[in-house]
């Protein structure tokens, strides 16, 4: 069963640019909502999480998350060339589970 | 912040061989994590541990075991290392008080296995 779906990509956007990355799950008993961002060659860095249903915002970064309709979103304002990386959505039920279930990744390119 | 390192970033192993990965994590959390990462796949969790002498089995364990001494350490074995381990492995922590969720990775390690 796949839990965590996300488009591979790769997405390439122009500097400046807003960019969406998009996530869908099917476990209803996510509560937390993750989102990391990973250099090539390098360990997955936490971005934000959000609990349950609504927005959370960080700069220039927005999450964002539907419960009723199993979406998740981030959201990058002002993109930069230093956001090229793959970004990885995680869900996580809370309850003690300890095991996140992890999107595969979309890989984002941002050109100068 | 919060800094977990790797032994190693690179590792070449030969067939058979018992191979050691060290993680260690320096904001006291309680929760250690074992992943590989494959192109493909994703993510997946090995082991996990929520205290010392403390582990758990993720969804692939097979092949591999850990070990958890101490609060800060956490080391993946592979008993008999094979073709089919070679990967990227990435050791994260968390605080008890977010369960899995709020999870800080480290840099990873690249393991060859010929």
């Known amino acids: 069963q796949k839990e965590v779906e996300q488009d591979p990509g790769p997405l390439s956007v122009p500097e400046g640019a807003i960019v969406s990355l998009n996530c869908t799950y099917s476990n209803s008993a996510f509560q937390y909502f993750m989102w990391y961002r990973q250099y090539s060659r390098k360990g997955p860095e936490l971005l934000m999480y959000?609990?349950?249903?609504g927005n959370k915002e960080d700069g220039r970064f927005t999450a964002q998350v539907d419960k009723s309709s199993k979406y998740i979103s981030l959201f990058i304002r002002d993109s930069q060339p230093s956001d090229s990386a793959t970004y990885l959505c995680?869900?996580?039920?809370?309850?003690?589970?300890?095991?996140?279930?992890f999107g595969k990744g979309t890989k984002l390119s941002v050109i100068p | 912040d919060v800094k977990v390192t790797q032994s190693s970033r690179y590792l070449v192993k030969r067939t058979g061989e018992k191979v050691f990965l060290e993680c260690v994590q320096d904001?006291?959390?309680?929760?250690m994590f074992w992943y590989r990462q494959d192109p493909g796949l994703g993510l997946r969790l090995i082991y996990f541990s929520y205290d010392v002498k403390m582990k758990e089995k993720g969804d692939i364990p097979e092949g591999y075991s850990v070990s958890r001494e101490k609060k800060e350490r956490f080391s993946l074995i592979l008993e008999s290392a094979s073709t089919n381990q070679t990967s990227m492995y990435l050791c994260?922590?968390?605080?008890?008080?977010?369960?899995?969720?709020?999870?800080?990775f480290g840099p990873g390690t690249r393991l060859t296995v010929t």
């Open positions: 959000t609990y349950s249903s």
């Open positions: 995680a869900g996580d039920s809370g309850a003690g589970s300890y095991q996140l279930t």
């Open positions: 904001m006291d959390h309680e929760n």
């Open positions: 994260a922590s968390s605080p008890w008080t977010s369960g899995g969720y709020e999870q800080y």
